[in-house]
C-alpha cells in the first residue's frame, strides 16, 4: 500500500504507507507545478498537472512513477483542478478565456481522445464532472451572467441526456447519491435530481459549504462557510447537527467518514473527530499547522497534507502521530492522498 499526492515544489511522491519511505518521485516540469487529487486504477495512477505555462491529465505507473501517456492540454486553456475515471476513460473539464468550455473523455489506456463535448456559447465554462452509472454529470456557468445549466452526458459518447437550468452556479465540486446530485453556491446547499436535473431542495443552514460535500447514510456533511462541520439530513437539508471549529475551511477540505466517526481538520490547527451519526466530539488533536487538505482514512490510519508541504499520518483512535513527510512545498490540491 502506497500514498500517493503532489507538492507545489514541483514533485508528485508516492510512498511506503506503513512507515512513510519514498518508493519514488516524478516532475511534470519545473516552475510551480500544481496537482488535483489523483486516482489509482489497475496499476495507473491518473492525475491533472498545470503550472503557468502548460496544463496535462497524466497517467503514471504505480511501481516506479514512469510515464505511460501524457495528454497536453490545447494552447491557452486549463482545468479545474480535477478528474474523474470510470469504464475505461477519464473526464475533465477544459476551460478557456473567451472560448466555450469543452468535457473531454480519453481512453484511460492510451490517452487517446474518446469523445469531446463542448457548450454552446464563448462565455461558458465547466467545474469537474463525476461519473454514476456510466452518466457524466457537470455543472457549467456563464461568465456574462447567464443562467447556469446542469449536463448528463453518456459516458461512453457524449451525447446529451438532457440538460437543466440549476438555481446557481456550482460553488464546490459535485457530489452525487442515491439519484441526487449535492453542490455548494451562493451560501446554499443544493440538491438536483440526477433523472432530469430539476430542483429538488436548497439549505441555507451554516451559510452551505466551502468545499465538496461528504454523503453518509441520510446525511450529508459538509465544511460550512459559518465555520462549523455541518451534517444535514439527506432528505430535505435540514440540519441534524453541527459543531463549531473555529477559524475558517479550507476549500480544499471536506470531511472524511470512516467507521462510524467523521474527521476533519482546520485552519485552526487541529485535526477533528466527531461521531457521525449524533455530532459529539470523539478528539481533537493540535497538529501545530493549518490543515490544508481532505484526509484520507485506511486501515485505522489518517492520512492529511499540511501547509507547510508535510504528509503526516495519525492514529484514527486518538489522532496521535504516526510518521511524517516533508517535501519542502506546499500541499493544498493534491486533496486527499490516494492509496493503492
Do not use: C
Request: aromatic share 12%; net charge negative.
Amino acid at each position: 500500500m502506497s500514498d500517493y499526492f503532489g507538492s507545489n515544489n514541483d514533485q508528485f511522491y508516492a510512498l511506503e504507507a506503513p512507515h512513510g519511505f519514498l518508493r519514488w518521485s516524478y516532475q511534470y516540469q519545473q516552475g510551480g507545478n500544481t496537482w488535483s487529487p489523483a486516482l489509482v486504477v489497475v496499476g495507473k495512477i491518473y492525475f491533472e498537472v498545470a503550472n503557468s505555462s502548460s496544463t496535462a491529465v497524466e497517467a503514471l505507473s504505480n511501481l516506479d512513477g514512469s510515464v505511460k501517456w501524457s495528454f497536453p492540454f490545447p494552447t491557452g486553456t486549463f482545468g479545474a483542478n480535477g478528474i474523474a475515471v470510470a469504464n475505461g476513460f477519464i473526464y475533465f473539464a477544459v476551460n478557456s478565456n473567451g472560448s466555450a468550455g469543452s468535457i473531454y473523455a480519453l481512453n484511460a489506456k492510451t490517452g487517446s481522445i474518446a469523445w469531446i463535448f463542448t457548450a454552446t456559447t464563448s462565455d461558458q465554462s465547466f467545474g469537474n464532472p463525476i461519473v454514476v452509472n456510466g452518466v457524466v454529470y457537470a455543472a457549467e456557468h456563464s461568465s456574462s451572467g447567464g443562467i447556469p445549466q446542469m449536463y448528463a452526458l453518456d459516458g461512453s459518447l457524449g451525447s446529451v441526456n438532457w440538460s437543466h437550468e440549476i438555481p446557481v452556479a456550482a460553488g464546490t465540486n459535485l457530489a452525487s447519491a442515491n439519484g441526487v446530485i449535492y453542490f455548494g453556491g451562493s451560501s446554499a446547499l443544493y440538491a438536483i435530481s440526477a433523472v432530469d436535473g430539476s430542483s429538488m431542495w436548497s439549505s441555507p443552514v451554516d451559510n452551505g459549504p466551502v468545499s465538496t460535500p461528504t454523503i453518509g447514510t441520510g446525511i450529508i456533511y459538509y465544511a460550512s462557510a459559518a465555520n462549523f462541520l455541518t451534517a444535514v439530513n439527506a432528505t430535505d437539508g435540514s440540519l441534524t447537527w453541527h459543531q463549531p471549529v473555529h477559524k475558517p475551511f479550507a476549500v480544499n477540505v471536506s470531511p472524511a467518514l470512516y467507521l462510524g466517526g467523521v474527521y476533519i481538520g482546520s485552519m485552526d490547527l487541529n485535526m477533528y473527530a466527531f461521531k457521525a451519526s449524533t455530532g459529539v466530539p470523539i478528539w481533537k488533536h493540535k497538529v501545530g499547522l493549518a490543515i490544508t487538505t481532505t484526509a484520507e482514512i485506511k486501515n485505522g490510519i489518517i492520512h492529511v497534507g499540511l501547509i507547510n508541504g508535510t504528509l503526516r499520518t495519525l492514529n484514527v483512535s486518538d489522532g496521535i502521530l504516526r510518521w511524517f513527510y516533508h517535501t519542502n512545498g506546499t500541499i493544498t490540491t493534491s486533496s486527499p492522498p490516494a492509496e493503492g
